[in-house]
């Protein structure tokens, strides 16, 4: 019988792809010696207070010894601008020839900040936007310490403005790291609520990229396979099970890491929009926020996104391979409403995930959410109505 599916059209696309990765348990041990890094003199190591007092930090950093320079553990959450030109100053004043981060997002992101800066010497805040950077920067090295934001592998960053109460956000291929180490045995420790925000962040990405405006056949595979490991081998709910499952937890790591290389090439969508809107304002964790909206934004996107959702929801074995592009969208959804807010368990309601927001934030939060650059691809295009009510829907 011929299958009645028409066949899929691909239209003109490019595709930035990572930098090489290193994966298996123990290897960020080894990496002082891998090419890349061992004709470094000045290695500054960008790091937060929470990884060195985990002990993480010693076993990757000693094999340097003195060529390590400065070890800056100041990262905070939501990574700073201002925290990114001071460290940038004290690179620039040791010499600085490469950078390491070991940490998550937000340390992987003042790195790419410090690179940035370093490269232009400039401060960070001007060089927001896109192609802002190009040319030449500082090798960087990417150990993540979390399973989220899958910055080890994207051409992004997003760095919090304090004095503005905004994020920043800069895609230029230079912020791609040179190399990224993908250690299990680091995220051992992670705690449960971190566990879980970050595996959400890692859908997220996923299904955005997928639905995006610039999707993409790359883009979409490396995307297919991050829900794979998430939604059917289980990998969140293994490592919430038993949190020294280094299996669990390294299938959470190349998750991300796929959905990292997935948004690279696809961008993403108006959950980003509105988490980075209620992430600046709030301090909500971004795992957090994008948890909030997916759902609803995954049930406004179906309009033109069934297709590729329901190709999705196939891949993954979701409801009969015969169901017709509704039914498939609906078990996906279902599916994804399922590994929020019962596996891994974040809130449903903004007024719970941030109790000092009023309902009368949310104007403001949907101004906000509509001029963030994330927005545009977003298969659907949703106006400041649209927005307010989704924030409405969540209240």
């Given at each position: 019988m011929t299958d009645p599916r028409p066949p899929t059209t691909h239209r003109p696309f490019q595709h930035t792809p990572a930098g090489p990765s290193l994966y298996g348990p123990g290897v960020a041990a080894t990496i002082a010696d891998k090419t890349l890094l061992k004709k470094a003199r000045n290695v500054v190591v960008v790091t937060d207070a929470g990884v060195r007092k985990a002990g993480l930090l010693e076993a990757i950093v000693a094999p340097f010894g003195v060529r390590v320079v400065h070890v800056e553990?100041?990262?905070?959450?939501?990574?700073?601008?201002?925290?990114?030109?001071?460290?940038?100053?004290?690179?620039?004043?040791?010499?600085?020839?490469?950078?390491?981060?070991?940490?998550?997002?937000?340390?992987?992101?003042?790195?790419?900040?410090?690179?940035?800066?370093?490269?232009?010497?400039?401060?960070?805040?001007?060089?927001?936007?896109?192609?802002?950077?190009?040319?030449?920067?500082?090798?960087?090295?990417?150990?993540?310490?979390?399973a989220g934001t899958g910055s080890e592998a994207t051409q992004f960053a997003v760095l919090k403005d304090r004095e503005e109460r905004r994020k920043r956000i800069y895609?230029?291929?230079?912020?791609?790291?040179?190399?990224?180490?993908l250690d299990p045995t680091l995220l051992v420790g992670l705690p449960r609520a971190v566990t879980a925000a970050t595996a959400v962040d890692t859908l997220t990405h996923a299904v955005e990229a997928i639905g995006s405006k610039l999707r993409n056949p790359m883009g979409s595979a490396l995307a297919t396979?991050?829900?794979?490991?998430?939604?059917?081998?289980?990998?969140?709910?293994?490592?919430?099970?038993?949190?020294?499952?280094?299996?669990?937890?390294?299938?959470?790591?190349?998750?991300?890491?796929?959905?990292?290389?997935?948004?690279?090439?696809?961008?993403?969508?108006?959950?980003?929009?509105?988490?980075?809107?209620?992430?600046?304002?709030?301090g909500v964790p971004h795992g957090v926020a994008n948890g909030l909206f997916l759902v609803d934004v995954l049930r406004e996107n179906?309009?033109?996104?069934?297709?590729?959702?329901?190709?999705?929801?196939?891949?993954?074995?979701?409801?009969?391979?015969?169901?017709?592009?509704?039914?498939?969208?609906?078990?996906?959804?279902?599916?994804?409403?399922?590994?929020?807010?019962?596996t891994?368990?974040?809130?449903?309601?903004?007024?719970?995930?941030?109790?000092?927001?009023?309902?009368?934030?949310?104007?403001?939060?949907?101004?906000?959410?509509?001029?963030?650059?994330?927005?545009?691809?977003?298969?659907?295009?949703?106006?400041?109505a649209a927005l307010h009510a989704i924030l409405r829907r969540r209240w």
């Open positions: 553990d100041g990262v905070v959450p939501d990574a700073d601008c201002d925290h990114v030109d001071a460290t940038a100053a004290r690179a620039r004043e040791l010499g600085c020839d490469a950078v390491l981060a070991v940490g998550g997002g937000s340390v992987m992101d003042t790195a790419k900040g410090v690179i940035a800066a370093l490269a232009k010497g400039a401060s960070i805040k001007s060089l927001e936007g896109v192609a802002t950077i190009r040319g030449k920067t500082l090798p960087l090295v990417c150990v993540p310490t979390t895609v230029d291929a230079s912020l791609v790291p040179a190399l990224a180490v396979e991050a829900c794979r490991l998430l939604l059917v081998e289980q990998a969140l709910s293994r490592s919430l099970l038993r949190p020294d499952d280094v299996e669990a937890r390294g299938a959470c790591l190349i998750a991300a890491h796929l959905a990292g290389q997935a948004v690279s090439t696809a961008m993403l969508g108006a959950c980003h929009a509105l988490a980075h809107a209620v992430g600046a304002h709030t179906a309009a033109k996104a069934a297709p590729v959702y329901a190709t999705l929801a196939r891949a993954l074995g979701l409801g009969a391979a015969r169901d017709d592009d509704a039914a498939l969208v609906a078990a996906l959804v279902a599916a994804i409403d399922e590994f929020v807010f019962d891994a368990g974040l809130p449903r309601r903004l007024r719970d995930a941030a109790p000092a927001l009023t309902e009368a934030d949310l104007p403001m939060l949907a101004a906000a959410a509509l001029a963030d650059p994330d927005l545009p691809t977003n298969p659907v295009a949703l106006d400041d």
